[in-house]
């Protein structure tokens, strides 16, 4: 786009000096004869000479004259339509232009002004930063390595208003910062637009989400996973399903639900984000640096989201799974008596799809299938189980 911008400024430099030197080469050559006539201009000047005679002049001369005058208001009246008809491409490409100087500003800001590409990778594609862990009183605990998700599905998580408070207020206690002069940071809330620009144009098509996740899931049990897309295919062929919450939506197997809910409650790995897909690095604390489980006593940090041991006996199957697939909202309910942050991001449905701001317009589908977010959802409920089973089991827990 700069170089588009430089030629056709190049274009207009040369149009200008040749208008230039044309103009100084007419006075030039006009003083010059002037010169030569100095005291003749009683006889040289136009409107002292003997015009053409009447019979000449409303001859062919006129006609001609009118017929070059009404070709010429032709071309006048056929080009205003033209330009009038090019003109919403025309807005549309100045609007481009004007976003793309954005994207590109929040590209400079993230990969050179806040370095957000030391921690998150080069396009959002994840990365890890080092944090050292204190406890209450600032006494040393630990050094870590802490996950930072990829950002290039963080549209599908998080409307843009979500995503400018966590820019906003950065994640106390982990080593992401606040950026926004209303957190105590250094960015302005244009900068941080820009960023945002730059992110759209980074998120993965929801096609390569779906095939990441599904490869991820294969890699561990490719049963398992030609069963998820099986249940995945007969529920897209069901006219008759609406959504995952409707009566006829066939899931899989609660042996299946439960070991591909464990599967993707802790997700892990490059192709996947490092943990972007996974709800374990904010409801598990230590998950985030590899100490998942390790007692909250010890460790008070890394655990951003509520605990969910026990979430079956606050909220029921379909809100749980309504919650899950949408996210929560700023201040509004969910379940019967929570109210949200909007820190929960939603993993069934595109968080911006419909929005004006919506960059790619990548449609309805969120990171996870319903049979996906099922199996979560029943895996979770199960939790209180598997803790109290791993709590009396052995002293494994606070070890590893
Ligand atoms: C020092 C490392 C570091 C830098 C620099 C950094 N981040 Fe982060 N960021 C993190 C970590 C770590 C997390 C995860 C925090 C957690 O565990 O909740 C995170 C979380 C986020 C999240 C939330 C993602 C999610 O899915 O929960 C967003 C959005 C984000 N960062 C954007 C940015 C942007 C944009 C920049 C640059 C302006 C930036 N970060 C700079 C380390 C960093
Ligand atoms: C970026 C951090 C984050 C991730 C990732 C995340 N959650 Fe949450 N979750 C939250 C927060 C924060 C809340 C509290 C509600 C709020 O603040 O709106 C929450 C609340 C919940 C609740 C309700 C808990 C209660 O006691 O009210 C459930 C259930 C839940 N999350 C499930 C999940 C599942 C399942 C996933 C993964 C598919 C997940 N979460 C991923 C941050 C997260």
């Known amino acids: ?44 000047a136009p409107n002292r000479k003997q015009y053409l005679p009447d019979e000449e002049l409303e001859g062919p001369k006129l006609n001609a004259a009118l017929w070059s005058a009404f070709g010429l208001l032709i071309i006048v009246a056929l080009s205003l339509p033209l330009v009038w008809l090019g003109e919403p491409g025309r807005e549309e490409g100045a609007r481009k232009d004007f976003l793309h100087t954005f994207e590109h500003r929040g590209e400079l800001l993230y990969s050179e002004g806040a370095q957000c590409v030391k921690c998150h990778g080069p396009e959002g594609s994840g990365g890890a930063a080092s944090f050292v862990i204190t406890d209450e009183n600032g006494k040393y605990v630990d050094t870590v390595n802490w996950t930072a998700p990829a950002l290039d599905t963080l549209m599908y998580r998080f409307s843009k208003a979500e995503v400018m408070d966590i820019l906003n207020y950065g994640r106390p206690g982990t080593p992401m ?35 990441r996740v599904d490869e991820a899931v294969a890699g561990i049990d490719a049963d398992l996973a ?17 959504d995952g919450n409707s009566e006829e939506f066939e899931r899989l197997s609660i042996a299946d639900e439960l070991q591909l809910g464990e599967i993707l409650f802790s997700l892990k ?21 590899g100490k998942p489980w390790e007692s909250i ?22 809100q749980h799974y309504a919650l899950v697939f949408t996210g929560s909202e700023a201040g509004k309910q969910y379940g019967a008596s929570n109210i949200g942050s909007g820190r929960m991001p939603g993993f069934g449905v595109n968080a911006n ?48």
Not at 12 to 17: K, P, S, T
Request: charged letters at 20%.
């Open 1 to 44: 786009m700069i170089a588009l911008m430089t030629t056709q400024r190049s274009v207009a430099y040369v149009i200008g000096a040749v208008i230039f030197i044309g103009a100084a080469f007419f006075i030039v050559s006009q003083m010059v004869k002037g010169r030569a006539e100095l005291g003749s201009e009683i006889e040289l």
């Open 177 to 211: 910062p606040a950026w926004g002069v209303v957190g105590g940071g250094p960015n302005t809330v244009q900068q941080l637009n820009n960023v945002i620009e730059y992110l759209w144009t980074v998120q993965l098509s929801p096609e390569e989400v779906r095939k």
């Open 226 to 242: 030609e069963r998820m897309i099986a249940t995945r295919e007969a529920n897209a062929a069901n006219a008759n399903v609406i």
């Open 269 to 289: 790995g490059d192709s996947v984000g490092g943990n972007a897909f996974n709800c374990s690095r904010c409801h598990v604390a230590g998950d985030s640096y």
């Open 297 to 318: 006593d010890t460790i008070a940090r890394g655990r951003f989201g509520p605990d969910l041991v026990g979430i079956e006996q606050n909220l029921t199957e379909k």
């Open 353 to 400: 799809n419909g929005a004006t701001d919506d960059r790619r317009k990548f449609g309805p589908a969120g990171i996870y299938s319903p049979e996906q977010i099922w199996a979560i959802v029943t895996y979770e409920r199960n939790l209180s189980a598997v803790r109290a089973g791993a709590a009396s089991g052995s002293s494994k827990d606070g070890g590893q």
